[in-house]
């Protein structure tokens, strides 16, 4: 999420009594996304801080987010909580996406040996979602929850070269300047043309882009036959490389990828 100005700040102007309500939840929400693996517990102080908002603003929010469960405090600290785990099993079990592809999945990756990843995009974030897999898992650094890298990857390419022009080139705009989009154009009609050859094939191969000694072949899933909603990948090992038949295994995934996106759209309401 983009940082925010500094509020509450001795003075600053008071912003915070003019923020409208969605604002202020967003910004509570914002409190979640400051932990991660190097960074498992939080003090209120530190909070306010990182968030650039004043201390009682800072005790409030963790307030809220402790009596919905989504902070717990835990000597003095606070640390993610207990509904997460519980949304997390939920989502596990509810949502369309995952629900729509998993034998799909299954299938694919039990008929090459290998481990299928599903992601998902939601704004302008692609997360992996869920993996199957048949032996060891492929030696993946994002596992399931992990945000990609936009310009690097099967699943983000496909993804993103089937997002509506508009919003293909907003996106080149804001990161134009990142080595992973300069690595793959300096402009924008040449960053297009990439992605436009990519939509004509129908898949996308990734060579060691995110990590040494993995290759990945995706395909993108839609939700209505139009609006991408996500990729499923074929992740495996480049030792096995000369023992695969490539374009078998994008048909395949190609295959895979068609198969969600009608279950997807058996799944949903029909519209009377």
Known sequence: MPANAPAGLAGAPNTEV??????????????????SEARTTLAAEEIADLLEVSRPTAFRYVKQLCETGLLAKIAGRYALGAKIIELDYRIRRTEPIMLASRASMRELAQRTATTVVLCNIYGDEIVHSHHERVGELAPMS?????LMPLFKGAAPAVILANLPAARLKRLYER????????????????????????RKDGHYISREEIDPGVIGIAAPIFNDGRHVVGATTLVYEKKREKLVNEEGYAELVRHCAA????????AAPQAT
């Open 18 to 35: 003019h923020r409208s309500p969605m604002s202020q939840f967003a910004k509570v929400l914002q409190v979640l996304d400051l932990f």
């Open 142 to 146: 994002l596992d399931r929850g992990h």
């Open 175 to 198: 990161h134009k300047a990142d080595p992973d989009v300069l690595a793959i154009a300096g402009d924008w009609p040449s960053f297009a043309r990439h992605y436009k050859r990519i």
């Open 259 to 266: 198969a969600v996106t009608r279950e997807i759209a058996a």
